[in-house]
DNA sequence: AATCCAACGTA
DNA sequence: CGTACGTTGGATTA
């Protein structure tokens, strides 16, 4: 509200202003990760949220034009014909900028034909008629004619978007010499070379105004043309048409039919789900706060749509009477703490039970729990762990909404059923609030989450196509199931070994250290790449690297690099210190996550990535290093537990590979793994027109760089830089490798062109990935885009792969009765801890599983080693 | 104290 | 200008 009490109507031209924005911050420093560039939405929505905050609006609302046709270039074809085309760069941010807004709860108007300044001039027209304080913004000076008592213009000065000028009648008499509704006189006859209508020659503002006041009005003045005297009289009598033109086509609309009047435009609550979501793609920090302020609401906690039935307590007994004659889909929660079953909730649509753990309750439904019943529980592995530490394991699992939402949506953070219940019922998850000795408002409670598990399930189920839901139960499912395990079993790992060697390179580290500093003569911080480049650039005069964010890079193959061209000692010792403190920190990570039995207890993320694949948290165990003959210690001291035998370990060689082979179908491909051959002497063999035996390392290592690189769409740059050899070279081993074998490019091709139009790509085994950027005019998007989706049905076909191995020798080591048990995965390799005298069976188990998951038209060839720990086991 | 960034480990 | 991950310490920001 304004000082007068009226209400506030705020109209903004998102267009022009967000254009505006997008000249005056740098591109640079407003790109997201992948290449989105944000600088446009970025600055208008910090000019937007300033004025939320100074003005406080009570109605709000951003127009945008709809295209650059309107009817303006109907009746004047060359009107705005001069402008150029929009950058690319900026065309994609006016759509986000858009969901932006929309998620902020403001309305976001346009109409076909119609330009934004028009929708602009009618609302403030309405709202200026229906008692509004009404002000526009707007980066088109045309919008000065609207400026009246009730109606103030905000412009936006040279400085840039965010500093507004502010147009009220008595500003623009001032400036302009004529009050606002004469402005569009003024511009008829001056003409505006931006919108490409040329106005009275040598006639700028001061004349026009002279005339104005001298005659009062543009018709009076037309009619009297001819008692101007001079040149600027002659050309005004010529250009007559040309000022009836512009003053035809300068006057804004204030009567264009519209789906909205004033009053629908009150300020509405923003959804902060919505928004958070959004910035975060956007990757805007700052402006999140920035916009809660202004908007001035705490997120209003929305009353649920639908309450939850209220619980019933449930006896043991009953409650075990109750699920056992139900014959339909039961959803289940159980709360766990400390890993141990807490308390427990059943749920149907209509009906909701609950009891605490205890030794009867688990006693009476053992027997349901265990039994292939049907159950919904989200995110299930961890209470099936829960359940497996109480001795009770779960059967019958038939969906868990969690997995089901990533299979979906791979790229989203839904993370727990509350972000679900958001997403597909466009509910809050009612929780208690932690902030509060005694919540205002109660949390859901067990049986209610399973409640609305169920409800998520339903909508989920209605977009769920077929293939997608097979890699739920067929793949998804099942491998939950052996991951629960895996977990709760954990890997032995040496503490001494470990100690031992972090004390090395504790020593080596310091060492290394001290000589450094003797090199450059002063004591710095060698983990601190801002010393670091003070150092190397500054003090040492090294030239300059590949830029960063925040100044000059000091990776290692920078270093490798400056080492070649300017040699110096002190390069290669913080390359040294580089590894061994880079050593010590892994030992570091994982002697913290060495538990009370001794071992570690990784978690497996199953909905963690994009493709399918599994990833390893606290700590990953999926980048224990190996590269070096010294990182492997790390690896020996992963050891066999007591009362086991030995570690086994098992890999799948080249499956990436071998699937591109497979799906391309290539003859040349399919021969080569089918010969026995080495892989990257066969192809080598081909590619350089020699025996597979007078392939030498040089040809191997090129040929095997190449094949790598397909699978991640390499360009010629890319490869030529890996193999630091010419790109012309790079170039020229690209062909030869296509001429030999070209399906593989076609299939890559018609892969990438088949998922722009389906919008997904697809695993052999049904599994999918949106691709929404393939056909993003944004180059740095599409193609980055094109690059991963070529990538996602080989490397998600080579997770279904290992993800079906996994369950089937999991399920075999139970149902044969064996100790042995299934330990660590590692995308294509699985580690084994095997009983004592099951060697023989284990292996056979593993060989035979792992290479029969697929049937394939080239065999999956399975390696297979045996030690007492994991660095012996791996040859 | 929380968050970002460069760097680096794996498949 | 090579896909997919997670963790770290230092720097930066709140």
């Not at 790109?31 to 009570?58: C, R, W």
């Not at 004047?76 to 929009?86: D, G, I, L, M, P």
């Not at 519209?258 to 902060?272: G, I, Q, S, W």
Request: glycine share 8%.
């Amino acid at each position: 509200m304004t000082d007068s009490g009226k209400p506030t109507l705020l109209v903004v031209d998102g267009h022009s202003l967000a254009y505006r924005a997008f000249f005056a911050l740098p591109v640079d420093n407003f790109s997201t990760k992948d290449g989105q560039h944000t600088n446009g939405i970025y600055g208008f929505l910090s000019m937007f949220v300033n004025l939320l905050k100074a003005e406080k609006p009570t109605h709000v609302a951003v127009a945008f034009d709809t295209s650059r046709q309107s009817f303006r270039t109907r009746v004047y074809e060359e009107y705005k014909a001069n402008r150029s085309e929009s950058p690319a760069e900026f065309k994609g941010q006016i759509p986000l900028l858009q969901e932006c807004l929309d998620a902020m709860g403001v309305p976001v108007l346009t109409k076909e034909d119609f330009e934004a300044d028009d929708i602009l001039a009618t609302l403030a027209t309405q709202g200026a008629d229906r008692g509004f304080q009404v002000l526009v913004c707007s980066g088109d000076r045309d919008t000065i004619q609207l400026v009246t008592d009730d109606v103030t213009l905000l412009y936006p000065s040279v400085q840039g978007v965010s500093q507004l000028k502010r147009y009220t009648p008595e500003a623009v008499v001032e400036k302009y010499g004529l009050p606002p509704h004469n402005y569009p006189d003024i511009a008829a006859l001056v003409g505006e070379t931006s919108d490409n209508l040329p106005g009275v020659p040598k006639v700028g503002e001061k004349t026009a105004v002279k005339w104005l006041t001298q005659y009062g009005t543009l018709d009076e003045l037309l009619e009297r043309a001819d008692e101007i005297k001079g040149v600027v009289g002659g050309n005004l009598r010529e250009h007559l048409d040309d000022v009836r033109r512009n003053r035809q086509l300068n006057a804004l609309l204030r009567d264009v039919e519209f789906e909205y009047e004033p009053e629908d435009l009150a300020v509405r609550p923003l959804d902060t789900q919505a928004v958070r979501d959004i910035f975060a793609r956007l990757e805007f920090r700052t402006l999140l706060p920035r916009v809660f302020e202004a908007v001035g609401v705490e997120p209003e906690p929305v009353e649920p749509d639908v309450v939850a039935p209220t619980p019933v307590q449930a006896a043991p007994a009953d409650l075990a009477a109750w699920v056992a004659q139900r014959s339909e889909e039961t959803a289940l929660t159980l709360t766990v703490v400390d890993g141990r079953p807490g308390r427990l909730g059943v749920a149907t649509l209509t009906d909701v039970r609950e009891a605490d753990w205890s030794d009867d309750l688990a006693a009476a439904l053992r027997d349901w729990l265990e039994g292939d019943a049907p159950k919904l529980v989200t995110d299930a592995k961890v209470q099936v762990k829960a359940l497996r530490r109480a001795g009770i394991r779960l059967g019958g699992l038939v969906f868990d909404p969690l997995l089901a939402g990533w299979l979906l949506r791979p790229s989203l953070p839904d993370k727990s059923l509350a972000d679900l219940v958001d997403r597909y019922l466009d509910e809050k998850l009612p929780v208690a609030d932690p902030t509060q000795l005694v919540p205002e408002t109660e949390g859901a409670t067990p049986g209610q989450l399973a409640w609305f598990s169920l409800r998520v399930a339903e909508a989920q189920r209605g977009e769920l196509p077929e293939s997608v839901a097979s890699v739920l139960t067929d793949i998804e499912l099942p491998t939950l199931d052996a991951l629960a395990d895996m977990e709760l079993a954990g890997v032995a790992v040496s503490k001494e070994k470990l100690g031992g060697f972090s004390a090395e390179l504790g020593a080596r580290a310091d060492a290394i250290a001290q000589e450094a500093y003797a090199i450059i003569g002063k004591e710095v911080n060698l983990g601190s790449p801002k010393q670091l480049q003070e150092v190397l650039f500054e003090q040492l005069e090294l030239p300059k690297t590949r830029k960063t964010k925040t100044g000059y890079s000091t990776d290692a193959a920078v270093l490798a690099d400056l080492q070649e061209s300017n040699p110096h000692p002190f390069l290669g010792l913080l390359l040294q210190h580089r590894e061994a403190t880079k050593l010590r920190q892994i030992i570091e990570s994982l002697t913290v996550g060495i538990a009370g039995d001794g071992r570690i207890h990784t978690t497996y993320v199953q909905t963690g990535s994009q493709t399918g694949r599994l990833s390893s948290t606290d700590p990953n165990l999926q980048n224990i290093p190996i590269r070096n003959e010294e990182s492997r210690r790390i690896r020996a001291a992963f050891e066999v537990g007591a009362g086991y035998e030995t570690l086994l370990t098992a890999d799948y060689s080249q499956i990436e590979m071998r699937i591109m082979a497979h799906l391309s179908g290539d003859p040349g491909l399919i021969e080569a793994f089918n010969s026995g051959e080495d892989l990257h002497r066969f192809v080598g063999a081909r590619v350089f027109g020699v025996e597979p035996a007078d392939v030498t390392p040089a040809m191997r290592t090129k040929v095997k760089a190449m094949s790598y690189g397909l699978v991640y769409g390499l360009s010629a740059f890319g490869l030529s830089k890996q193999l630091r050899i010419e790109q012309s070279e790079a170039k020229q081993l690209m062909l030869e490798y296509f001429a030999r074998f070209g399906a593989v490019r076609d299939y890559l091709r018609s892969s990438v062109e088949q998922a722009r139009i389906d919008g997904y790509t697809e695993t052999i085994f049904g599994r999918r990935r949106p691709f929404p950027d393939l056909t993003s005019p944004n180059r740095v998007l599409r193609e980055n885009a094109e690059r991963a989706a070529l990538n996602a049905p080989i490397q998600g076909s080579a997770a279904d792969i290992m993800k079906i191995a996994l369950f089937e020798i999991h399920g075999d080591l139970a149902s044969r009765g064996l100790s042995s048990r299934v330990l660590l995965q590692i995308h294509d390799e699985l580690v084994v801890e095997v009983a004592t005298g099951e060697w023989d069976e284990v292996a056979e188990i593993v060989r035979v599983r792992m290479g029969d998951a697929a049937d394939l038209s080239v065999p999956l060839d399975v390696q297979i080693g045996r030690g007492g720990d994991w660095d012996e086991a791996a040859h």
